[in-house]
């Protein structure tokens, strides 16, 4: 298989400037993608030490990689800012084939992980931008890009949801129902554009080792190893790999699906 298999082909990726966000991106641009790098901030990337500028981002991906890149800042919980994010990446790449829409995050809304974030105690404010920032976000860019797609009867939706979905957590309870609020949009959305010939799928991660996850809690040395167990915490790369699938030929029949990519921590049907 051609390893420019996308080429030709345009990506948005949502929440690009860091993370798996940023190795999504980098990813589909590597399989010959034009590729648009959302953020929310210009300065995103440097917050845990994963670059510096959303711009700076954009043009090195699309150097190393050889593709056209656009840098597109927006708050994809606000209606106006998701269109302009979507024009943007068509006009300056053409229309979107590929979204893979990763922004959200347990992010209170004063910034950094709501304190306390349980079911019982966590603040109004931090409960909507939980699930604003996670399942309203998801709702519309989906819809947005969505229409960009069905006239053209093709194209390919990739969520971000979590392993969280599926198994209650009272540390995480409102992310857990934000994620869990992506997955059955996620199916619905599939079942609505099939006709469109539009495949809708989500992917599920568990603990990955990004500049946000270890700089935001203490993990345990042995969980930090790369081989030799699946009782680990993954690596970027490990996870970025299975949107190659999703996005790819390998995936032109799969639909409706959600794959949690945790090395085998959750072991039951989805």
């Known amino acids: 298989m051609s390893s420019r298999m996308l080429e030709g082909k345009v990506a948005l990726v949502t929440g690009?400037?860091?993370?798996?966000?940023?190795?999504?991106?980098?990813?589909?641009?590597?399989?010959?993608?034009?590729?648009?790098?959302?953020?929310?901030?210009?300065?995103?990337?440097?917050e845990y030490g994963e670059g510096t500028t959303l711009t700076q981002t954009a043009l090195e991906i699309g150097q190393t990689h050889g593709v056209k890149t656009c840098r597109v800042l927006g708050d994809l919980t606000n209606p106006d800012h998701v269109?302009?994010?979507?024009?943007s990446v068509c006009s300056e790449l053409g229309p979107i084939d590929i979204l893979v829409h990763n922004a959200g995050?347990?992010?209170?809304?004063?910034?950094?992980?709501?304190?306390?974030?349980?079911?019982?105690?966590?603040?109004?404010?931090?409960?909507?931008?939980?699930?604003?920032?996670?399942?309203?976000?998801?709702?519309l860019v989906c819809q947005e890009c969505s229409r960009i797609m069905m006239p053209r009867k093709t194209g390919r939706v990739l969520t971000l949801s979590s392993i969280s979905a599926f198994k209650g957590i009272a540390?995480?309870?409102?992310?857990?129902?934000?994620?869990?609020?992506?997955?059955?949009?996620?199916?619905?959305?599939?079942?609505?554009?099939?006709?469109?010939?539009?495949?809708?799928?989500?992917?599920?991660?568990?603990?990955?080792?990004?500049?946000?996850?270890?700089?935001?809690?203490?993990?345990?040395?042995a969980r930090l190893v790369t081989d030799g167990t699946l009782d680990r915490v993954g690596v970027v790369?490990?996870?970025t790999r299975v949107v190659e699938f999703f996005a790819g030929p390998l995936g032109a029949f799969v639909t409706g699906q959600v794959l949690r990519v945790d090395g085998g921590s959750q072991i039951w049907p989805a």
């Not at 269109?83 to 024009?87: I, S």
């Not at 129902?177 to 554009?193: D, I, N, P, W």
Request: charged share 25%; aromatic share 4%.
């Open 237 to 239: 790369d490990e996870v």
């Open 83 to 87: 269109k302009q994010v979507v024009a």
């Open 105 to 139: 995050g347990d992010i209170a809304a004063a910034g950094g992980k709501p304190n306390p974030n349980d079911a019982v105690n966590i603040k109004i404010e931090d409960i909507r931008a939980v699930l604003d920032r996670n399942l309203l976000s998801t709702i």
């Open 171 to 221: 540390g995480s309870s409102i992310y857990a129902t934000a994620k869990a609020g992506v997955v059955e949009y996620t199916r619905c959305l599939a079942e609505q554009l099939r006709p469109y010939n539009i495949n809708v799928n989500s992917l599920a991660p568990g603990d990955t080792r990004t500049g946000r996850f270890l700089g935001t809690r203490k993990v345990e040395d």
């Open 16 to 46: 690009a400037g860091r993370g798996l966000g940023r190795a999504f991106a980098e990813h589909l641009a590597s399989l010959g993608c034009s590729v648009g790098v959302h953020g929310m901030r210009e300065n995103g990337p440097a």
